[in-house]
């Protein structure tokens, strides 16, 4: 894949994004104090977060990952496939899904339905950015990094056909050149 990051334009800096993390663990740590959450981090792209998010936290926690597929290239298929599922038993526990971004909301639909289907005590749901502009939900997201406007953006974790994650700020990206976008 050819694509011009010349043209990128940063949104978050590492700094902006460590500050808003920290922030984000102190408050799940003062609302989940003494109540051993589990948090479940959607692979692939809330790795990052999800280790800083956890290294923020001043509570007793335990952690599992879920991989599902809803996206190819810039363009959401509509469809979420589950490609790994939990090992951990949630039955009765109190659990935080950790996500890197809510564009549509299928994906978060479809996981908060399978988790609630395992019968946990409590869920919220944690997501780094959201786009107010495109979702459409009829239930509230607990724990919000930032609100951004529809672009598409990469870094920290976020990927363009896999790429990008690897940057530790965020960026905002302009349409592709020749990019594969199957
Ligand atoms: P949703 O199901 O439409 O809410 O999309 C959720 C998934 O799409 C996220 O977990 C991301 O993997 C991916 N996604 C949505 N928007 C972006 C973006 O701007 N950059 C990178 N990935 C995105
Ligand atoms: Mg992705």
Redesign the pocket.
Known sequence: MTYDLKNKKLLFSADQINNRVCEMGRDISEIYFERDPIFIG?LN?SFIFMADLLRSLTIDCEMDFIKLK??IGKE?TGL?ELIKDISADIKDRNIILV??????????KFLRKKIYDSSPKSLSIATLLY?PDV?KLDFNIDFIGFEISP????GYG???NQKFRHLDSIYRIDKPINANLT
């Open positions: 959607i792209g809803s996206y959401s979420v996500e890197d971004i809510i564009d549509t909301g299928n994906t978060i786009k979702v672009e598409f953006v990469v976020l990927d363009f």
